[in-house]
């Protein structure tokens, strides 16, 4: 089954303590991208990845860092994370053709404390 | 400026009636991609529907119908016989190529409400 699975789903921490969200997909697709969600302000995009080794910032990628050592992980570190990174975070996967749907993993909601 | 508006935050109507879901986007760019995604309660992103800049025919699926149209820089999609199920929040998102990048706007949600 195609899925983008994203690791933990819930996580409640403290301000400063580093934490990694993983993130990984079985569909050998080239982009990743990681976005986060907060209310009346849609998605918004953290940071992509063109492929191995090839990732780029989005919108919001202050606070944030990612890697892509193999096609399918794309895993977003929050170094030391702060109250306003709390928030629902989604990765998602899609391919070169444009006729392949995109997909999303089922979110991971960070409460930092 | 590059930018998705979904002017209606909150939508809510009686089982069975139609709804259209506004969205508008903003691009000088010539090339781009036009997506809708449903958040059903569950909290998941569902897509819908990809579209290309240059594919501007309407498409059709089931009770799902989404209307192109450049001249007004709009992609609209509408609900018939709306269903409790459609319940969800509905984004829009513009998607397009900046220098060798790829970048992914979304419109802030219509949250969708159909009441038995």
């Known amino acids: 089954e195609a899925q983008v699975t994203q690791n933990p789903r819930y996580l409640i921490t403290v301000t400063g303590k580093k934490l990694t969200v993983t993130c990984s997909q079985n569909m050998n697709h080239e982009y990743m991208s990681w976005y986060r969600q907060d209310p009346g302000l849609g998605l918004r995009q953290i940071y992509y990845?063109?492929?191995?080794?090839?990732?780029d910032k989005g919108d919001v990628p202050e606070g944030y860092k990612v890697s892509r050592k193999e096609k399918r992980n794309f895993p977003l570190i929050l170094e030391s994370p702060s109250p306003n990174q709390t928030s629902l975070y989604f990765c998602?996967?899609?391919?070169?053709?444009?006729?392949?749907?995109?997909?999303f993993g089922d979110g991971t909601r960070l409460s930092i404390l | 400026a590059q930018k998705v508006t979904q002017a209606q935050t909150e939508i809510s109507v009686v089982e069975k009636e139609d709804v259209t879901l506004d969205c508008v986007y903003e691009t000088r760019d010539t090339t781009y991609y036009l997506f809708w995604y449903k958040q059903p309660p569950s909290g998941e992103l569902v897509f819908l529907i990809r579209?290309?800049?240059?594919?501007?025919q309407n498409e059709i699926s089931g009770r799902y119908s989404w209307n192109f149209q450049k001249s007004t820089s709009s992609f609209n999609f509408t609900i018939t016989a709306s269903q409790v199920v459609d319940s969800a929040v509905y984004f829009c998102?513009?998607?397009?190529?900046?220098?060798?990048?790829?970048?992914?706007?979304f419109g802030s949600g219509t949250r969708l409400l159909v009441r038995p």
């Open positions: 579209r290309n800049s240059f594919d501007e």
């Open positions: 998102a513009l998607s397009l190529r900046v220098d060798s990048s790829y970048k992914l706007i």
């Open positions: 990845s063109m492929n191995v080794e090839v990732t």
């Open positions: 998602a996967s899609w391919g070169l053709d444009y006729n392949q749907p995109q997909h």
